[in-house]
Every structure is written in C-alpha cells, then in structure tokens.
C-alpha cells in the first residue's frame, strides 16, 4: 500500500459516521481486503472476528470512555451506573514521570462520569500471586486497564498471569475494558508499536499480546501527535495481513460475543 492510498484510506476513516458498524474477512459481503479502508463496509457487522465465547463482552478505545459513548458501556455491563463496579489497573503509566501522567487523572475521570465506584488496582503488589488477584478481580463488573506503555504492561501482565486471569473473568461474564495501550494489550500482537512505545522500559520485551481478540486495535487516529506514528503502524500492520479496527479519540469497539462494532 503506497503512502498516498494509506492517507486516502485514512482520510475517508476520518469522514465516517460516529457509530458504524463493518464485517471481517467473511461477511455476508464476501472477502474483505485488509487494504481497504474501514469505511467499505459501514453497514455490515461482524461475526467472525471474534468467535470465542458467546458470553465474551470488551470495551476497548483510544481515550477512556467518551460522552456519546457512555449509553453504549453501560448497555454493555447491563447494570445502573449507580450498580457498576470497576477495576482501574493503571500500571500503564508506571513508566512515566509524576509530572507527565496528568492524562491518566483525565481518563480516570472519563470513567467517574460513568460510575463512582472505582478501586484502582497495582498489579505490582500482585506479582507471584495470582490467585489473590484473580479472587480480587471477581469482585467487580468489569477490569479496565488504561493507557500508558503497552510493551511495559505486557511483561506486568506476564508476572501476574493476567492473560488467564482476562479469559477467565470474561467467561464468567465479568467486561474487560482498556484505553489505548490498555486495547492494544490484549490484541494478537505489540510489537509493531515500538515506534509509539519504547520498548526498553520493560523488563523483558515481549512482542505478542495476550491474544484475547483476534485484531487489532490502532488509536488516536485523529490525534495531532500521534496520528502520524499510529498512520506508520497501520502500514506496518497491513503488510503482514491483520485484521485492524482504527480509532478516534472519541471512538471504542464494543465486543458483545460474536458480534463487534464501532461507536
């Protein structure tokens, strides 16, 4: 794909509707072309990307949970706001200085908008013990893993076995959600992301993810700043044929069993 397709595709992304929906390689509109843009297939749904477990339910966006889409999370939990309980994991940003982590105050605010019932969770003090957080975890509708390095929450996530913990919670009907590097997390790969993230700030670089879903999510599409690096990663993603969902700031893709779709 030449530069100029990528940024024609990209373009027509941009002009999508606010809430579309679009099938995979074998929708009812045939074989999809990971080259085409998302907006090819705005009204179709999706039905095999996601196959796993009927009861399976992910939120997963580039920030937080925006405004026009806290109808949607909350149809997707099934509970009043006032009901809701969350798991905040933000490990994310333990790479970051103090002073540089004022967006995770921000999308941990996104998510009080929704519900005040947040217990913020330190994976850190959880390592080597991962039936103490499993049993934690139980306690609450839905575990939402924030933004930050995703090369750094990946080898976390590997020292408290959060990829077993994450399918068994989601088979017990309890909703992962995760913003930027905590999507990408639980997606087939990482590794294309080292041009956003630095890998070096994990102890042991992995470049898998957890593999929960079968594509993968590429934020910020419409962000100044990294608009250009996550345009870099989608070519890179291309190339090697994944399935990829992009996003805008105010954009998630809600899996709901075997169906997913873009609000």
């Not at 898998?208 to 700043?225: E, N, Q, R, S, T």
Request: aromatic residues 8%.
């Amino acid at each position: 794909m030449t530069r100029s397709e990528v940024r024609t595709a990209w373009g027509q992304f941009a002009r999508m509707s606010l809430e579309t929906s679009y099938a995979c390689h074998r929708c009812a509109s045939g074989p999809r072309n990971v080259a085409e843009p998302l907006s090819a297939h705005q009204d179709a749904v999706i039905f095999v990307w996601y196959t796993r477990n009927s009861m399976r339910k992910l939120s997963l966006s580039s920030v937080s949970v925006a405004t026009k889409n806290q109808k949607a999370f909350i149809d997707l939990i099934d509970k009043e706001p006032s009901e809701i309980k969350i798991a905040l994991i933000e490990n994310g940003a333990d790479t970051y200085p103090e002073n540089r982590r004022e967006w995770v105050e921000r999308a941990r605010s996104m998510l009080e908008a929704v519900t005040r019932n947040i217990s913020r969770i330190d994976l850190r003090t959880y390592v080597g013990r991962s039936n103490e957080l499993l049993t934690k975890l139980r306690q609450f509708d839905m575990i939402w893993v924030g933004g930050g390095n995703v090369f750094y929450l990946r080898w976390l996530s590997e020292e408290v076995g959060l990829k077993e913990i994450i399918n068994t919670l989601l088979n017990e009907g309890i909703v992962y959600g995760g913003d930027s590097a905590g999507a990408i997390l639980v997606c087939p790969t990482i590794g294309e992301f080292a041009s956003a993230d630095d890998p070096e700030k994990a102890p042991k670089r992995f470049n898998d993810g957890l593999h929960i879903v079968d594509f993968i999510v590429v934020p910020h599409a419409d962000h100044k700043k990294y608009r250009p690096l996550m345009m870099h990663i989608h070519q890179l993603l291309l190339k090697k044929h994944y399935q990829i969902v992009i996003l805008r700031d105010d954009q998630a893709v809600i899996v709901k069993g075997k169906t997913i779709k873009v609000v």
